[in-house]
């Protein structure tokens, strides 16, 4: 650097070579999107392409693998039993769903905040979900007013562990120095649950969701082959086993799919409200800027 430099006013600092350059987010484009979903797509639609070969190189019966045009046709054939089948097993799961919601967050949350509710009760809902649903649904039956009752409780105790248990966890995993600071601005117990606590325990509520909105529905089917229910008021598992004692298996394997993919729309609701939820500001939704 020389004085004549410095009398121009140029800027002579030497340049930082070792420091990187900030690297912008990398957003996610169309065509990433449009790959998410032609994979998946494209492995289902080989997985079909093989299971109609596979009936028709080797002449398999219907009654042993139906194809997959005869399972649609079933599909279409039966979509009044099955449809309103289907429409039962659901209301039992999402009221199942919906009671496990308000049951299990209001329980962490007193739980959270006094120690002796936490030493009284959480035994014994692990108690409760470590005991298989199919050895106590017998009991259930006999003691519920109704057999559309004993389902619901079934499914409800499937689905409220995982909401108690996430829950109570993501409210007891708060940051203490965070803790420590609303304590010293003189914050009270109801302002650090709602300002400090549940936001944190949020994630952890979204990813108990997401489990408990699966196993409502397992559960409402396994207890509904317990209760071996029929009639009008019966749901998707009684007509699998009403397809499965009269070999009809079009129709079984149609039901299987109806309950499929009823599952796999549960899971991609509840993370679709994970994800509302979290992308502006949980690193578990936001995507790494390198």
């Not at 002796?116 to 106590?136: D, K, R």
């Not at 248990?165 to 995993?173: A, E, F, P, V, W």
Request: hydrophobic share 55%.
């Amino acid at each position: 650097m020389t004085a004549l430099d410095t009398e121009k006013g140029v800027d002579v600092t030497p340049a930082k070579l070792d420091e990187p350059a900030p690297i912008a987010p990398r957003a996610e484009g169309l065509g990433e999107r449009l790959l998410k979903i032609a994979v998946p797509l494209t492995m289902l639609a080989l997985l079909i392409v093989v299971w109609a070969w596979y009936v028709s190189a080797y002449d398999v019966p219907h009654y042993i693998l139906p194809s997959p045009s005869r399972v649609l046709q079933s599909l279409i054939d039966d979509w009044g039993t099955l449809s309103g089948a289907l429409l039962i097993t659901l209301k039992i799961t999402l009221t199942a769903l919906g009671i496990a919601l308000v049951g299990g967050v209001g329980i962490a949350i007193l739980m959270a905040q006094s120690r002796w509710i936490e030493l009284a009760l959480y035994p014994y809902a692990v108690i409760l979900q470590v005991t298989p649903i199919v050895a106590i649904a017998p009991l259930i039956l006999i003691y519920a007013p109704t057999t559309q009752a004993a389902l619901l409780i079934c499914a409800w105790i499937v689905a409220f562990f995982p909401i108690l248990s996430n829950t109570t966890q993501g409210l007891k995993s708060t940051d203490h120095n965070l803790l420590n600071l609303f304590e010293l601005y003189g914050a009270s117990r109801w302002q650090t649950l709602m300002l400090l606590k549940i936001p944190n325990a949020l994630p952890y509520f979204l990813a108990g969701l997401r489990i408990a909105g699966g196993l409502a529905l397992i559960a409402a089917v396994v207890a509904e082959f317990a209760a071996g229910s029929a009639g009008a008021q019966s749901g998707l598992a009684y007509r699998l086993l009403e397809s499965q004692f009269r070999l009809n298996i079009p129709r079984l394997f149609a039901a299987l799919i109806l309950l499929s993919v009823t599952g796999v729309v549960i899971f991609f609701v509840t993370s679709l409200i994970s994800h509302l939820l979290l992308r502006r500001w949980h690193e578990s939704a936001l995507k790494r800027e390198n």
